[in-house]
């Protein structure tokens, strides 16, 4: 066997030169950009709490997606894989000092929550919530009932054990109801409480 | 833990992110948008490479220019320049790497970490995947650049400037990766190996340079090669029965002889890489890490359930210049800078990092925690893993 030094075939990706196909990576990449961009940037939204960062976390975890694209072999996966980068993109944005622009507003409107029928006031106070949490315990939270992931995919995508993402979303969830006035909480509410009727009974 | 939160409150948290979110419908970028940044985001990785190159240039023509003023191979070379691009180390704790410098990076699409590394301006990491084990790399935000198959025993090990690290697959091929540009070399494996691991890297990478392989697998203490990467194997070091690590600048060996006169301890020491000479020997420990600029020598003895005891040396003269107060348990310890050593340490229940210098120092850095309860173990084990020192 002759001395070797070969590059060894990547399980996950390959890290060979990029083939010459530009404008057919262009054509896809346009693509699934039209049909994906406003999902991710509903998510990249909760992640960071502000329009105008979620579109600048965006925009750079889509340019890193579009770096990767020949890259990514499964195209089915696309999905996973940007939404991977979007909240390791955040996290990274966070660990850099990067702030948050104070004139975010001023340029971008911010929307104002739908207010569903069956909203009864706690909308605010869900948002609150959230974007007083940790980075990583918000995206846990933004991935498992926003995207509604499963708690094996969620911690997949942010690469940290399924009881650590059952501990966030129990302490979330928890936090949650204690900041929920009694009265707008029917799991609070003795006289919704199934034990208190079979009592009544 | 199971999830005794009534599902309205699930709900009404459901309900709130849609309220907030589903009205943006837009798509506010374009493919010339994601163009720009993207390019923006290839010549900042291209500088951050050249950066690391130029940084190990100088640090290669140090040893060089003193090696002409007449030093001899048993002299210890001047500590290397950190990497420009490459954070203090730190540990990893549930899947994120935390620095020293108060900097935190997740590994992604990675669970069960066993080992890490910082690699160039990214990581690497031994861990699992899709319910099987790899070796990972990582890009400086940690995102998962792609993975290979893992060693079936030792995990890889890193050189001297952070730059490369090494393992053997599982077909016995020692392989060789390129923490600047994610390239994997394969290199000749070692004819007859029975159990070959990777104990550290030689030269200069990637053209001039070898990983160092040990043969665990015979009756005896085992052999050492040296497998360039454009050639075959060729023993390394016969003086030393078994080669357990080497000094980043190349130019010291640890390696163990046999057992101790109690039958309890090994006996073991350094040797001159270039010379074959002992510098010096003893036979208390059987794990060596050497320091960043090679001038020290952190030892200790591993047995039944590992060390709980560390001693720092002189790395030519064997000299004790410290020894940590015993603990129950100090699975792991990496060199952080030239000065200090960061220590795994357990005492009672509780585990904590601790610094401890050449000068006696020794600063809590993290903890007490408890430990968390790891199957493979069976028991509780620390919440911090440090990395692979060099």
Known sequence: MPPTRQLLTATDADTGPMTDREAERDAAFTAWLAARQPALLRTAYLLTGDRHSAEDLLQTSLAKLYLSWDKVRDRGALDAYARRILVNEHTSLWRRGWKRREHAAAVVPEPEPLLESYDDGTAAQVWDLVQGLPRRARAVVVLRYYEQLTEAETADVLGISVGTVKSQCSRALTALRERTPSHLDPSLDPSLDPTSREEER | ?390
């Open chain 2, 1 to 390: 833990m199971t999830d005794h939160t009534p599902d309205a409150t699930r709900q009404r948290l459901e309900q709130g992110l849609r309220s907030r979110a589903d009205l943006l419908t837009e798509a506010p970028l374009t493919l010339a948008d994601v163009r720009t940044t993207a390019r923006s985001i290839r010549r900042r990785r291209r500088a951050a490479a050249a950066g690391v190159a130029a940084a190990v240039l100088a640090v290669v023509a140090v040893p060089v220019g003193l090696g002409l003023a007449g030093t001899t191979d048993r002299e210890v070379q001047p500590a290397p320049a950190p990497s420009p691009t490459a954070p203090a180390p730190g540990y990893l704790e549930d899947g994120t790497v935390h620095h020293l410098d108060g900097t935190d990076v997740a590994l992604g699409g990675v669970q069960g970490v066993r080992a890490w590394a910082p690699l160039g301006p990214g990581y690497v990491a031994d861990a699992t995947r899709q319910g099987g084990r790899v070796v990972s790399f990582h890009d400086a935000d940690g995102s998962l650049e792609t993975t290979w198959p893992a060693p079936t025993t030792r995990s890889f090990v890193v050189d001297g400037d952070g730059r490369h690290a090494a393992w053997v697959l599982p077909s016995g091929e020692p392989v060789l990766l390129d923490g600047t540009t994610g390239e994997l070399a394969r290199l000749a494996p070692v004819a007859g190996a029975r159990s070959p691991e990777a104990v550290g890297v030689l030269g200069t990478c990637p053209d001039d340079c070898g990983v160092v392989v040990a043969d665990r697998g015979g009756r005896g203490p085992g052999a050492t090669y040296l497998v360039p990467v454009d050639g075959t194997a060729r023993p390394f070091l016969p003086e030393v029965p078994q080669v357990v690590a080497l000094s980043p600048d190349d130019s010291l060996a640890a390696g163990l002889v046999g057992p101790a006169p109690d039958d309890i301890h090994s006996c073991g020491g350094v040797w001159s890489t270039g010379s074959g000479q002992t510098a010096w020997e003893d036979c208390s420990d059987n794990l060596y890490l050497f320091s960043p600029g090679s001038r020290y020598v952190a030892t200790t003895f591993a047995e039944g359930l590992g060390p709980n005891s560390l001693r720092i040396k002189d790395a030519a003269t064997g000299v004790l210049l410290h020894e940590m107060s015993l603990v129950d348990w100090m699975p792991g310890h990496v060199w952080v800078d030239d000065e200090h050593v960061l220590v795994n340490v357990q005492r009672g229940t509780d585990w904590s990092l601790v610094r401890i210098g050449v000068d006696g120092t020794e600063e809590v850095l993290a903890g007490p925690a408890p430990g968390v309860d790891e199957e493979e173990w069976g028991m509780a084990v620390s919440p911090y893993l440090l990395p692979t020192g060099p």
